[in-house]
Nanobody, 116 residues
Framework: QVQLVESGGGLVQPGGSLRLSCAAS????????MRWYRQAPGKERELVAE????????KYADSVKGRFTISRDNAKNTVYLQMNSLKAEETAVYYC?????????WGQGTQVTVSS
């Protein structure tokens, strides 16, 4: 049974930081490209960051470049998203996604609220 479990969300003030984690089980994690998405209320889900299976390459949405960092630990089957200088408009549910060939799995999401 495949499970992706996000954690680390919560309430943070504008300008603050959070580190999200996504722990995978039931898959050979080191094969999978990993992605972080977010979905704000009333908006479509958008891709925030992605990382290759080995962690050798990363890619970011323009809106988060220089502030967010995606990383992974294949020994722990976990991908991370370090988010700095958060903005109110980045309030959303953040999801991780695992992709390999035709297979794709989503986590249940973790709420991030940026508010003073």
């Amino acid at each position: 049974q495949v499970q992706l479990v996000e954690s680390g969300g919560g309430l943070v003030q504008p300008g603050g930081s959070l580190r999200l984690s996504c722990a995978a089980s039931g898959i050979t994690f080191s094969l999978y490209k990993m992605r972080w998405y977010r979905q704000a209320p009333g908006k479509e889900r958008e891709l925030v960051a992605e990382i290759t299976s080995t962690g050798s390459m990363t890619k970011y949405a323009d809106s988060v470049k220089g502030r967010f960092t995606i990383s992974r630990d294949n020994a722990k089957n976990t991908v991370y998203l370090q988010m700095n200088s958060l903005k109110a408009e980045e309030t959303a549910v953040y999801y991780c996604k695992a992709e390999w060939k035709s297979l794709a799995y989503w986590g249940q999401g973790t709420q991030v609220t940026v508010s003073s």
